[in-house]
């Protein structure tokens, strides 16, 4: 299986910043790394797929770059409803597997 | 809009089989486009893929899972269902069901999903 690591596991940031979130493939999956947003009680929602494919209705502050093994995802400007957990998910090989997760906090 | 819903037993006992339904709406699972999941998270722990299924009846499955799980589709009602089999404690979980907009070779991204049902394994 590709392990997916993310980090950090957890960042407190305040409404207003820009937050960052890494995920790293232990081999290379081209572009086919997904991410998603979980809030407490729900189900994931798909953010953004093929690394940078912003999916509809998701609001432009969201942004994903990367190939290969490295990806980053981007909030430009944090907002209260962004505090969540969010994964990657890489879709290369069976079975799929996704990142530990990364605990956005309010600061 | 796709909605999809989970439903089955809450409480499973162990060694006994975890089974559970999707039911499917906006979409049809007989369609050519997209393939249907189950996906599980522990509580307070990540997300793990446990098979999925083609309106062929084609299906993948996460070798962790071995020969326990069985995924299988009923295209008369428009849901796919789940089995797993001998569960224990660790399959306690939330279980959802998600729409996977993979192809032959891969699957995902998962764009629509369930709200999700917690199925507790336990005496």
């Known amino acids: 299986d590709i392990q997916m690591t993310q980090s950090p596991s957890s960042v407190s940031a305040s409404v207003g910043d820009r937050v960052t979130i890494t995920c790293r493939a232990s081999?290379?999956?081209?572009?086919?790394l997904a991410w998603y947003q979980q809030k407490p009680g729900k189900a994931p929602k798909l953010l953004i797929s093929?690394?940078?494919s912003l999916q509809s209705g998701v609001p432009s502050r969201f942004s994903g770059s990367g190939s290969g093994t490295d990806f980053t995802l981007t909030i430009s400007s944090l907002q209260p409803e962004d505090f969540a957990t969010y994964y990657c998910?890489?879709?290369?090989?069976?079975?799929?597997?996704f990142g530990q997760g990364t605990t956005v906090e309010i600061k | 809009q796709v909605q999809l819903q989970e439903s089955g037993p809450g409480l499973v006992k162990p060694s006994q089989t975890l089974s559970l339904t999707c039911a499917v709406a906006?979409?049809?699972?007989?369609?050519?486009?997209?393939?249907w999941s189950w996906i599980r998270q522990p509580a307070g722990k990540g997300l793990e893929w446990i098979g999925r299924i083609y309106t062929t009846g084609r299906t993948n499955y996460n070798p962790s899972f071995k020969s326990r799980v069985t995924i299988s589709a009923d295209t008369s009602k428009n849901q796919f269902s789940l089995k797993l089999i001998s569960v224990t404690a660790a399959d306690t979980a939330v279980y959802f069901c998600?729409?996977?907009?993979?192809?032959?070779?891969?699957?995902?991204?998962?764009?629509?999903w369930g709200q999700g049902t917690l199925v507790t394994v336990s005496s």
């Open positions: 081999q290379g999956i081209n572009t086919w």
């Open positions: 093929t690394a940078s």
């Open positions: 998600a729409r996977d907009r993979g192809d032959d070779d891969s699957s995902g991204p998962f764009d629509y």
């Open positions: 906006g979409d049809s699972i007989s369609s050519y486009s997209y393939y």
């Open positions: 998910q890489e879709s290369t090989t069976f079975p799929p597997t």
